[in-house]
């Protein structure tokens, strides 16, 4: 069955850096792009990195551009977020995710605290 497992979530003080990654299972990994979301407290879950089958193209949302950078190695069926520059606001919960046969499939989230 399909599984993605986070993990590197940590507590960060501002304008520090953390790596996230993600340990994908039970698909043909390569073949799907992968995507990574997060939510914050109180407040809805969003998009905020994708990475298409090959890591040919990336796409980020404003709030992170510029300081997220997302990648995958398919030999290791892991995807990754740099996070660089790290702010109060990105306090979230990240998850990873993939759509396969129009079902999405988060991991359980790993939490991310930034805060002095």
């Known amino acids: 069955q399909v599984q993605l497992v986070e993990s590197g979530g940590d507590l960060v003080q501002p304008g520090g850096s953390l790596r996230l990654s993600c340990l994908a299972s039970g698909f043909a990994f390569n073949t799907y792009a992968m995507y990574w979301y997060r939510q914050p407290p109180g407040k809805e879950r969003l998009l905020i990195a994708t990475i298409t089958d090959h890591g040919r193209f990336t796409y980020y949302a404003d709030s992170v551009k510029g300081r997220f950078t997302i990648s995958r190695d398919d030999a290791r069926n892991t995807v990754y977020l740099q996070m660089n520059s790290l702010q109060p606001e990105d306090t979230a919960v990240y998850y990873c995710?993939?759509?396969?046969?129009?079902?999405?499939?988060y991991g359980q989230g790993t939490q991310v605290t930034v805060s002095s």
């Open positions: 995710n993939t759509l396969i046969d129009l079902t999405n499939y």
